[in-house]
């Protein structure tokens, strides 16, 4: 399968950003991040974080809790509500009424611990993230997931790497759709191909890539190294401290 897709070269470092007036709009105290400036060099970095930044333990760790094979999960769950969860719709509470199909009751504050201890960053990304940081790149989360993406920011503390300016639970969507990818255009005030997208899920990937930017299948932290790169991006190894 294909990782990296595009549509046009990469001469990032020759692309000249839109007047400031169009590069930001406003966004909510708790969707910012000090640190962020108007002086960052393209691209603009997009990053998925389930299973390209932190493990999910959703996949890995929430059928044991429930006592399921991740089959039985998948077919008594309740198909939307998650969705809904991470699109905001529905507070947790809410999502405890209707996470599965019958309705039957579940330990929330359970699952949200078991969420909790499984967040953990995938290897060698936290070492590429410091490193695209030191070398001044403005970094985003561009991903689908609920309210408690604060509990993975309280743990991991990714605003050390990168802004949650970009998570579905604030904006109200949720990749692939292409609105999405066009809110996040609007919001950054660039041209789609300076920006490159990653994500583990090539549905999303695709979707990027329709939008007009540079897209990349994370398949682990050393191959998105050297794809990264490949386009010209600065991803030197540099101290932490």
Not at 57 to 80: A, G
Not at 83 to 111: C, V
Not at 141 to 160: G, V
């Amino acid at each position: 399968m294909v990782a990296c897709l595009s549509r046009s070269p990469a001469v990032f470092s020759t692309l000249p950003r839109p007047p400031a007036s169009r590069r930001r709009r406003a966004m909510a105290a708790k969707c910012s991040t000090s640190g962020l400036t108007e002086q960052h060099k393209l691209p603009v970095l997009l990053f998925d974080v389930m299973d390209t930044i932190v493990r999910d333990p959703f996949y890995h760790d929430i059928p044991d809790f429930f006592q399921m094979s991740m089959k039985e999960l998948l077919e008594n769950k309740h198909p939307t509500a998650w969705a809904e969860f991470e699109k905001g719709l529905i507070d947790e509470n809410e999502l405890a009424k209707k996470f599965f199909k019958d309705g039957r009751p579940f330990d929330l504050e359970g699952l949200k611990q078991c969420m909790l201890r499984g967040y953990s960053y995938v290897d060698g990304i936290e070492e590429l993230l410091h490193s695209l940081k030191r070398n001044n790149y403005e970094l985003h989360a561009f991903t689908n997931y609920p309210i408690w993406y604060k509990m993975i920011e309280e743990k991991l503390q990714l605003s050390k790497y990168l802004s949650w300016t970009f998570c579905s639970c604030i904006i109200g969507k949720r990749k692939p759709a292409p609105e999405f990818y066009m809110e996040v255009l609007h919001h950054l005030g660039v041209e789609p191909a300076s920006c490159i997208f990653i994500d583990d899920r090539m549905a999303n990937v695709e979707a990027a890539v329709n939008a007009g930017m540079f897209g990349l299948q994370f398949r682990n932290a050393d191959t998105l190294k050297q794809e990264l790169s490949s386009l010209g991006v600065e991803v030197v190894n540099l101290d932490k401290s």
